[in-house]
Antibody, heavy 124, light 113 residues
Framework: QLQLQESGPGLVRPSETPSLTCTVS??????????WGWIRQPPGKGLEWIGS???????YYNPSLKSRVTISVDTSKNQFSLKLSSVTAADTAVYYC????????????????WGQGTLVTVSS | DIVMTQSPDSLAVSLGERATINCKSS????????????LAWYQQKAGQPPKMLIY???TRESGVPDRFSGSGSGTDFTLTISSLQAEDVAVYYC?????????FGQGTKLEIK
């Protein structure tokens, strides 16, 4: 079964552009059956979908974050990444990478596998 | 955006009793073309990532105990735990994947009475 593992900087300064990476194991990121996504959860709060990417590079982004988010994929490393620009304290959250089953011609579905999450704290 | 609203926000149930969590979407998540409800339920225990329990509103994920069941259609959905176990203490979320942006309910905290 799929396993996902996030890695990231932990502590970042306001206005910086941190990059998070998700390494996928137990399957190929080039699978035609999956999109790969990011979800975040501020401490003590609920879940917010950030965006998702297909191995071909096709993306969906949450409009609320779209202007600051870039998701990319590296099929050679079986990884995908998230960059979030101009961060503020409001971006402090646990960031999860997830997999989304996908059928050609439709939009990605639910989030079936989750990484353990990585806490990104924005503070000066 | 489709707004997902769960009720109640918190719930305390005795061991062995039934727990019911409701989820309402601001618009239908039932696709007429395939007659499927694009609705999932997740369980998040303290300090852990969410775990998917149910998708297509009523299909249990492999390995999920059969005391968990999902029902509903259109805009109103329910997650039922038929006989609460101690390990079911968690926050439960519903989520729609009918349209992006994908959105979650605010969560329902389930505790033991």
């Amino acid at each position: 079964q799929l396993q996902l593992q996030e890695s990231g900087p932990g502590l970042v300064r306001p206005s910086e552009t941190p990059s998070l990476t998700c390494t996928v194991s137990g399957g190929s990121i080039s699978s035609s059956s999956y999109y790969w996504g990011w979800i975040r959860q501020p401490p003590g709060k609920g879940l917010e979908w950030i965006g998702s990417i297909y191995y071909s590079g096709s993306t969906y982004y949450n409009p609320s974050l779209k202007s600051r988010v870039t998701i990319s994929v590296d099929t050679s490393k079986n990884q995908f990444s998230l960059k979030l620009s101009s961060v503020t304290a409001a971006d402090t959250a646990v960031y999860y990478c997830v997999s989304q089953p996908y059928t050609s011609g439709e939009k990605p579905y639910y989030f079936d596998y989750w990484g353990q999450g990585t806490l990104v704290t924005v503070s000066s | 955006d489709i707004v997902m609203t769960q009720s109640p926000d918190s719930l305390a149930v005795s061991l062995g009793e039934r727990a019911t969590i409701n989820c309402k979407s601001s618009q239908t998540v039932l696709y007429s073309s395939d007659n499927k409800n694009y609705l999932a339920w997740y369980q998040q225990k303290a300090g852990q990532p969410p775990k998917m329990l149910i998708y297509w509103a009523s299909t249990r994920e492999s390995g999920v105990p059969d005391r968990f069941s999902g029902s509903g259609s259109g805009t109103d959905f329910t997650l039922t735990i038929s006989s609460l176990q101690a390990e079911d203490v968690a926050v439960y979320y519903c989520q729609q994947y009918y349209s992006d942006p994908y959105t979650f309910g605010q969560g329902t905290k389930l505790e033991i009475k």
